[in-house]
């Protein structure tokens, strides 16, 4: 089992839509947890922060899910402009290895 | 206030030649992160750096890699004999701490011809 694991998508869904993508993790020792998004070929950038059960920005909400190790956002009212790829990235504390280890990705189009 | 500034934004380099690209992290940030990202792929870790601690190198690929951070601020991430497969995009982030959140340069866009 990949260490952070996301669905690739794309996800192709019409303006003001909601989605939701989910990132499972093996096991980690984290008490926080990341979501970044990524615009084409462009650095990632910080979306949100992960602590306890959940955090909400918005439209954007992330939860966690310690005893099913995953992580979901959800974004409601899809804007164009929120297309992009979405990055969970988990640190992995109890191996001491590679802190910040982010998943592969899922892409959202968002389309008019 | 200053966000992570990596340089060169571009390098184009010739085969077997080495390279050396250069990350300035955020004031006070004791944790840097070098990651490399090949086109269409998600982020593979390199190394990092905490504080005076020695360095996570599981990441680097080859010893043709090497990474140093001088006086815990700028890190200069090397690479020698550079082979086509090299080509890249290196991104260089830093967080105040380990594990917390890490704000990324724009990235060195490598291309080995």
């Known amino acids: 089992r990949k260490e952070v694991e996301q669905d690739p998508g794309p996800f192709n869904v019409p303006e003001g839509a909601t989605v939701a993508f989910n990132c499972t993790y093996s096991?980690?020792?984290?008490?926080?947890f990341f979501w970044y998004r990524q615009d084409c070929r462009k650095e990632p950038k910080l979306l949100m922060s992960?602590?306890?059960s959940g955090n909400e920005d918005g439209r954007f909400t992330a939860q966690l899910n310690r005893a099913s190790q995953y992580i979901s956002l959800l974004i409601r009212d899809s804007k164009l402009s929120d297309s992009a790829t979405y990055l969970c990235?988990?640190?992995?504390?109890?191996?001491?290895?590679?802190?910040?280890?982010f998943g592969s990705g899922t892409r959202l189009q968002v389309q008019p | 206030g200053a966000g992570v500034s990596q340089s060169p934004s571009n390098k184009v380099t010739e085969k077997g030649k080495d390279v050396e690209l250069r990350c300035d992290p955020i004031?006070?940030?004791?944790?840097l992160y070098w990651y490399r990202q090949s086109l269409g792929q998600g982020l593979e870790f390199l190394i990092y750096?905490?504080?005076?601690?020695?360095?996570?190198k599981s990441g680097l690929p080859s010893d043709r890699f090497s990474a140093e951070r001088t006086g815990g601020s700028v890190s200069t991430l090397t690479i020698q004999r550079t082979q086509q497969e090299d080509s890249a995009v290196y991104l260089c982030?830093?967080?105040?701490?380990?594990?917390?959140?890490?704000?990324f340069g724009q990235g060195t866009r490598l291309t080995v011809v």
């Open positions: 982030a830093s967080s105040h701490k380990m594990n917390t959140e890490a704000f």
């Open positions: 096991n980690s020792a984290s008490q926080s």
């Open positions: 992960v602590y306890s």
């Open positions: 990235v988990v640190p992995f504390l109890d191996t001491g290895r590679r802190a910040l280890t």
């Open positions: 004031s006070g940030h004791t944790a």
């Open positions: 750096f905490q504080g005076n601690s020695a360095p996570d």
